[in-house]
Structures are given as structure tokens and as C-alpha cells.
């Protein structure tokens, strides 16, 4: 089975602080996505990846930066957290061919930022 | 820019009933994907079904339909006999077909499920 996990479950930070959001994912996939989840607005693309080292901007990524250094992990960034910035973020992998390319999910972090 | 909608932001069913969920989305591609996830409380969102627009035929999964109207623009989930288990965040999403896409998703509000005993 794929497996998709996220460092936290749940996490408090202050405003200003740099917070890191570390996903990893077991099955060798190309794609990496994060994405932000907020009550009424679904699920938004922050930043996907679809190599090591690539990036690309999704529909929201001002306040964000990510990083890929590894296959594997794909690692989004808050420079700078702002109280906008508390939501559900979700991290997301998927095969780059195949027909259906099946987005596989991490259970999600909660971030507060006080 | 394609955007997928749905109207329901709850619904509430009975145990061993009928359901249905709506999405309508908006596009100009004629070759695309669609599916819907489900978000159980506190869990790890999973696919249910997905439909590829090329296909007439209307994806099943056990107790999981969709009624696809690819001229309408409509992707309705049916959940039958339901079970405390769909209890559940229900989201609609998009993909452009591949073929150098990048296999991204757009989502749709979503629907949160209520299932009565």
C-alpha cells in the first residue's frame, strides 16, 4: 500500500516563526502536491513538485516556499507564519504516467499559528 | 480556468438508504478525469470512484455510482445503503487528461455527509 505521512498532526507556532511541514512518501512517485484545506474553500494547491528539484507554484503560494531534495520528502515552508496562515495542510503523491495517476494522501497537519 | 462546484456543503441520510451527491463542474477540455474522494473524520482522504469523460458508461464501485452527464457538466455521487461508515467529507474534484499535464486537481467546496442510525 501506499503510504503517505506527514511529521505532525497537529502543530502551534507563533506569528513571524519559520515553520517547516515535512511529507514523505514510500512508493517511488514522481508527484508531490501540498495542499491547503479550509472549511468552505475545499482543498487549494499550494505548490506541487514533479521531479527532485522542480517546483511548480499551484494556485496560492504567496507566503509559501517548498523544497525537494529527495525523491521522497517534500517539504513546504512557512518563511514568515501569519494567523491566515492557520488551516489543515495536506500533502498529497501520485505516478507522473498512467491513466489515472491516483493522488494518494497524508493524513494532514493542523497548524495554528497564535 | 476549470472549476468544479458543489452545492451541498451538508447532507444527511438514513442507515440502509439512498443518497445522492451533486458536482457540476466548468471546462473547455473535451478529455478529463473526475473523482470523488472521501475524507472520513480524522483520517486519510481516499479515493471512492473516479470517471473518464471519453467513457459513456457511468463508473461503479460496490456501493458507489455516479451518474456522469458530460453535456451538462454534471458528476453526482449515489451512495446506496448507506452505512455509519460514509459518515464522511465528500469532495469532487478534476483533472485534465494526460499527456504532458501535470496531474494536478482541482477540487470542488465539498459535502459533509450525516448518516443516521
Known amino acids: 500500500d501506499v503510504k503517505v505521512t506527514q511529521s505532525s498532526r497537529y502543530l502551534v507556532k507563533r506569528t513571524g516563526e519559520k515553520v517547516f511541514l515535512e511529507c514523505v512518501q514510500d512508493m517511488d512517485h514522481e508527484n508531490m502536491f501540498w495542499y491547503r484545506q479550509d472549511p468552505g474553500l475545499g482543498l487549494r494547491l499550494i505548490y506541487f513538485s514533479y521531479d527532485v528539484k522542480m517546483k511548480e507554484k499551484g494556485d496560492i503560494p504567496e507566503g509559501y516556499s517548498v523544497s525537494r531534495e529527495k525523491k521522497e520528502r517534500f517539504s513546504l515552508i512557512l518563511e514568515s507564519a501569519s494567523t491566515n496562515q492557520t488551516s489543515m495542510y495536506l500533502c498529497a503523491s501520485s505516478l507522473a504516467s498512467g491513466t489515472y495517476n491516483e493522488q494518494f494522501f497524508g493524513p494532514g497537519t493542523r497548524l495554528t499559528v497564535l | 480556468a476549470q472549476t468544479v462546484t458543489q452545492s451541498q456543503p451538508e447532507m444527511s441520510v438514513q442507515e440502509a438508504e439512498t443518497v445522492t451527491l451533486s458536482c457540476t463542474y466548468d471546462?473547455?477540455?473535451?478529455?478529463?478525469?473526475l473523482f470523488w474522494y472521501k475524507q472520513p473524520p480524522s483520517r486519510q482522504m481516499i479515493l471512492v470512484i473516479r470517471q473518464e469523460a471519453y467513457k459513456q458508461q457511468n463508473a461503479t464501485e460496490n456501493r458507489f455510482s455516479v451518474n456522469f452527464q458530460k453535456a451538462a457538466k454534471s458528476f453526482s455521487l449515489k451512495i446506496s445503503d448507506s452505512q455509519l461508515g460514509d459518515a464522511a467529507m465528500y469532495f469532487c474534484?478534476?483533472?485534465?487528461?494526460?499527456?504532458?499535464?501535470?496531474?494536478?486537481?482541482?477540487f470542488g467546496t465539498g459535502t459533509l455527509l450525516a448518516v443516521q442510525p
Open positions: 471546462t473547455s477540455e473535451s478529455d478529463y478525469y
Open positions: 474534484a478534476y483533472r485534465s487528461a494526460p499527456s504532458g499535464a501535470t496531474n494536478k486537481l482541482i
